[in-house]
């Protein structure tokens, strides 16, 4: 499920970019919902690939400012 819905946001993100590419940018598409759109499959990618790495589930529970909290008590 979750791998649909990255593939198919980010697939719709490909083809706007190729659309707007090849003169998409006549038609006034609102430039927020662009960089709204845009940041959000960077953040979904992203966060696919922080989730994929072993040490990253094995220390999700852990935040770095806990950590350093911790460190300081």
């Known amino acids: 499920m979750k791998k649909t819905f990255?593939?198919?946001?980010?697939?719709?993100?490909?083809?706007?970019?190729?659309?707007?590419?090849f003169g998409g940018h006549t038609i006034m598409i609102s430039q927020v919902?662009?960089?709204?759109?845009?940041?959000?499959?960077?953040?979904?990618?992203?966060?696919?690939?922080?989730?994929?790495?072993?040490?990253?589930?094995k220390n999700l529970r852990y935040s770095v400012g806990t950590d350093r909290i911790r460190r300081l008590l």
């Open 33 to 57: 919902v662009f960089q709204l759109a845009l940041a959000l499959v960077t953040l979904c990618a992203s966060a696919t690939l922080w989730l994929k790495q072993p040490a990253a589930r």
């Open 6 to 21: 990255f593939g198919i946001i980010f697939w719709i993100s490909v083809i706007w970019l190729i659309w707007l590419a």
